[in-house]
């Protein structure tokens, strides 16, 4: 199954912007729909974004609509999610996830692997 490693975390001020990164290995990438998702200290992980196996259909978390944006790069196994317009409550561990999906079409709003998170935090 693939790996996958997060990077592109860090601290920034409000209305400000960052990307992160997630490296898949180990599997072929494509079979894999790619999420992100991320927990906040004392909540629950919540779903993000997702993007479909062929870059196409992508779905975003209402909370983030407009700001984020999901893609991927099949070529060199990495996905994407470029943030902008930063709040204090996007404040969290945001995790690469993975779901192996027959229809290269689908999302995944649930995952079986996940990465080991990258923190972001935004200031106020």
């Known amino acids: 199954q693939v790996q996958l490693v997060e990077s592109g975390g860090g601290w920034v001020q409000t209305g400000g912007s960052l990307r992160l990164s997630c490296v898949a290995s180990?599997?072929?990438?494509?079979?894999?729909?790619m999420s992100w998702f991320r927990q906040a200290l004392g909540k629950e992980r919540e779903f993000v974004a997702s993007?479909?196996?062929?870059?196409?259909?992508?779905l975003y978390a209402d909370v983030v609509k407009g700001r984020f944006r999901i893609s991927r790069d099949n070529a060199k196994n990495i996905v994407y999610l470029d943030m902008d317009s930063l709040k204090p409550e996007d404040t969290a561990v945001y995790y690469c996830?993975?779901?192996?999906?027959?229809?290269?079409?689908?999302?995944?709003?649930?995952?079986?692997?996940w990465g080991q998170g990258t923190q972001v935090t935004v200031s106020s």
């Open positions: 180990g599997d072929i990438f494509t079979n894999y729909a």
């Open positions: 996830g993975a779901r192996d999906i027959l229809d290269q079409y689908g999302i995944a709003t649930t995952v079986d692997i």
């Open positions: 993007v479909a196996r062929n870059g196409g259909p992508k």
